[in-house]
Every structure is written in C-alpha cells, then in structure tokens.
C-alpha cells in the first residue's frame, strides 16, 4: 500500500511539473513559422525602437511626463563624476579614498556591458571588478558566512574588491594582470574555434601580500536595462522553474539563491549580479557606490572604504556633510539613481518575425537553450508603478543559479551559490551590444569575443545543450546566431 501511494504522489509531481512547464496545454505548442503575440515587444509595452548607440539609455515608452524629470536627474548622477574631499561642491566630493571608477556609467558603458582592460595602468577608469574573497578562517567566520548575513570573508588586507585607483597622496592597490591561454573546440563537420581562457594575477601590490588562499573573481558591468521590470516579477514565478529532482530528465535543475536584504534585514531572493546576490535595485546601487567608488550613504555609513590594515587610507577626508544627510551620497540622491536605473527601456527585436530569425528560433529550443534561458514572463501588478505593472516580457532568463561546470568556476561562492554557479544572464538586448557598447565580449569576465564563443564555453547542467550546438550543421547554426542577435 505504501508503495501505491509513493508511486501515485510521484505522478502527481510530476504532472504538476508537466502541467507547469506547458507540456500538457497545446496552446503552448510553439508554431515556429509566425512569431509569438507581442513577441517584438522585449520589455512590454515600454520598450522603445532604437537600434543605435543610446538604445541602453532611453526610458520606458510608458512612464508617466510627470516622472521622466526624476529618470533625466537621476541619469545626470548616474554618469556624474565624483571627485575626492574636500571640493568646492558637497554634491559630488567625497571619491575614494580607494576606488575602481569615478562614475557609475564608467563602467556601463552607454547603459550597456563593460568589457576586460587590456591594462588596467592607463588613465581611464576600470571597466571590470576583481572581486576577493577567502575561505572562512575561524568559527566566527564560518557562522557569519552560514547566517547569511554575509556573502564572503574579504581579504584582511585588501578587502574585499581590488581597487586599482587612488586619490592624490596615496597608492592604489594594484594593478589586474591577464593572460590567456586558447583551446580548441571542434564541431562535429569540423569547424574549429579556439576559445580564450583568462589567467588572472595581481600586480604592484602596495599594501603587501594577498592571503595565501585568496579567491579571485574577475567581473564586467552588466547592462542596466529592464532591471525595473526583473524587479517586479513575482518571487513565485521564479521559483516555479526550479526543477532540483530533474523530473523533466533535461539535466537542468536550477537553484534559487537567498541573500540579506539590507532593507528588510532579512532573507530575499537574489535576482541581480552574476550570482544572483543582490536582491534589489536599491542594494545593487548602494553597494556598487561604496564598492566602487568609496561614495558611503545610510545604507552603508563607513566613512571611508579602507580595511584596519590600511593606515595611512583612513587619515583622508571624507565628504560627508548635512546637506546630504550627513554622508557623501543623499537618500533622494540615491532614490533618483534607483529611478532612473529602474525605467531603463529594453529596445524592440529586430526582425523577429523574418523566416531565419524564426528558424533560428526552433535551433535555440530543440538545442536545449529555453531550459534556461526561459523567453517570458508576466509582471506582477504594481500599483505604485503601472509602467512596471502586469507586463508581458521577453528577458530570456530564469534568474536561477545553474552549475555552468568546471571551466567557467571561480571558486568565490556568494550566499547560496558556489564557485560553479552562475544566475542566467538575460538575453534581451544581446544583438545590440556592438552598436551600444563598441564590442561583443560576453560572460561574467568577458572572455568570449563573440556570441559563439560564449555559447562553447557552457557545461555543467548545459553541457547537454552546448553539445548539441556542436552537432549543428552550419547552416543551422548560423540560423541560430541570427535569431539570438535579434534579441
């Protein structure tokens, strides 16, 4: 009898599961010769027509004339430079004293993704971060990293990103060596591309040496657009496409990871950054402004962005003040930031209804890609924003964590995602990079020169997927890249 009864739950999950993913509803057939309705419309009805440089940077078709001084203020900040303390101006001193970029758009370049430097010693601010961490060294440091409370244990010295930047009258950090090394990869017609893999050292190191165990992680800007919108998809929406027992057999699981919420003082789930490990806008800005640019705020008070072990860093001015709210970055200052980064439109599909976008479509789905890379969702109603509200959009993610194998891992786990894991990157936007960014480097640090490129160095969970890539006849696969540079 117990044996029945374990048998009939497990139907019932996996119907469940059936019924979720679309298996069981014709309607959800796709018809590969028409496209989708409003499949054009990649972030809702607030998407905009542009296909140019600025295509990152427009606002939503759909915020109300009353809010759109709020986005163009908060676009003024957003590519504001902030220089060091004192100044003649409180609204933008108090830079540093260590920092990676002098601005937020320094990084995003136009709104889109930043790329790898081929130095990091010239005069133009960094346009990757290094990220460093340490294994636990202690009880307290272990049941911090178990709390959640904390996503990694930052180096004692360095702490916890690299800054390559100093003001005046002291040193930088040091500087970001990178190397690579090409390995080749065959398709199975024998087309050969070589791949690049990226060795990372540091160098100049003006504060002494890195813990003998640091972890390091290279990372890029990602683009800033549709961020309102991924905000406002519902938490169960995302969490329905977690699949940890692989009841559908595709190899493809997915884990959501839960990080602390600075506002709520609690557990959220992460939907931001390449780990999933920001779970808002707001988090994601207050941080990037200390991390980055040493810039403190309510959220984070530290008047300086120096460790213990710095000594001379911490005998520098900071640019505090009470015009804004006491700290160097205001609360209305910081919430125009969050505004603007919120209603960033994502630009219309190109094309989405041409014959080889469209079979290039079918090679993306029969190849396994849509397991993650999930096309749709529906917004949440949002009653305090009704351009953000009850949207039908097309981001191409899951915004779960995937184990992508050994040859992307860093080995730097955030909150509940390992050294493996990475959040599915959005593909919306993805064909403009070149015309908006001024280069086609994709993954988390930019080693892939082209879409292919990023394709090939999928494993893990979407070896399966990669694999069938390989097996595709050229004429499919350049269907394929059609329709992913459509997006």
């Known amino acids: 009898m117990f044996f029945l009864k374990k048998i009939e739950l497990i139907f019932i999950v996996l119907l469940l599961h059936l019924l979720q993913v679309g298996y069981l509803f014709s309607e959800n057939v796709i018809n590969y010769d028409i496209p989708e309705d409003y499949e054009n419309l990649s972030g809702g009805i607030g998407s905009t027509t542009s296909s140019n440089k600025n295509s990152f940077s427009l606002p939503m078709k759909n915020i109300n004339q009353s809010n759109k001084i709020d986005f163009f203020i908060g ?13 003649l101006t409180k609204a933008s001193d108090g830079l540093g004293p260590l920092f990676s970029a002098s601005s937020c758009q320094s990084c995003h370049i136009s709104d889109g993704r ?36 904390i996503k990694s244990i930052p180096d004692p010295i360095y702490g916890s990103q690299l800054s390559n930047f100093a003001i005046d ?16 990869v065959m398709f199975d017609n024998g087309k ?42 519902s938490e169960l929406d995302i969490l329905k ?15 959501a990871n839960y990080v602390w919420n600075k506002l709520e003082k609690k557990l959220s ?6 780990k999933a490990s920001q779970p808002n ?60 980064s919120k209603h960033l439109s994502v630009p219309q599909r190109r094309g989405h209804d041409n014959k080889d976008v469209l079979a290039g479509k079918k090679v993306f789905f029969q190849s396994g890609c849509a397991s993650c890379h999930t096309p749709k969702f529906q917004t949440a109603k949002n009653e305090n924003d009704q351009s953000l509200s009850e949207q039908l959009i097309w981001p191409y993610s899951d915004f779960l964590l995937h184990d992508m194998g050994e040859d992307l891992a860093d080995d730097v786990g955030e909150f509940l995602a390992n050294g493996n894991e990475w959040r599915t990157t959005p593909l919306w936007g993805i064909g403009l990079t070149n015309k908006v960014s001024g280069h086609t480097n994709f993954l988390h640090d930019g080693r892939a020169r082209n879409i292919l490129e990023a394709i090939l160095w999928h494993g893990g969970e979407s070896k399966k997927s990669r694999d ?20």
């Open 468 to 487: 069938n890539v390989l097996n595709l006849s050229n004429n499919d696969l350049d269907k394929l890249l059609i329709f992913l540079n459509s997006l």
């Open 192 to 233: 050969i591309v070589s791949l690049r893999k990226p060795l990372y050292s540091i160098t100049n190191k003006n504060y002494g040496d890195l813990h003998p165990e640091i972890q390091i992680s290279a990372r890029v800007a990602q683009p800033m657009i549709g961020l309102g919108l991924i905000e406002n998809i």
């Open 269 to 274: 789930l992460g939907r931001f950054g390449w």
């Open 169 to 184: 009258g002291i040193s930088p950090e040091g500087e970001i060596s990178i190397t690579y090394e090409f390995i080749p």
């Open 241 to 255: 496409n977690i699949d940890l027992e692989d009841i559908d057999g595709d190899g493809i699981t997915g884990k």
């Open 114 to 149: 930043g790329h790898p430097p081929q130095t990091f010693t010239d005069s133009k601010p960094s346009l990757m971060a290094i990220h460093l961490s340490i294994p636990p060294q202690n009880n307290e440091q272990a049941l911090a990293l178990k709390s959640k409370h």
């Open 281 to 340: 806008i707001y988090q994601q800005t207050v941080d990037a402004l200390f991390e980055d640019m040493g810039l403190s705020s309510t959220a984070i008070p530290f008047s300086d962005n120096c460790t213990v072990n710095q000594i001379e860093c911490k005998q520098f001015q900071n640019g505090n003040s009470k015009e804004y709210d006491g700290f160097e970055v205001s609360n209305d200052q910081i919430d125009l930031i969050v505004y603007y």
């Open 75 to 87: 676009n003024s900040l957003f590519q504001r430079n902030w220089v060091p303390s004192p100044a």
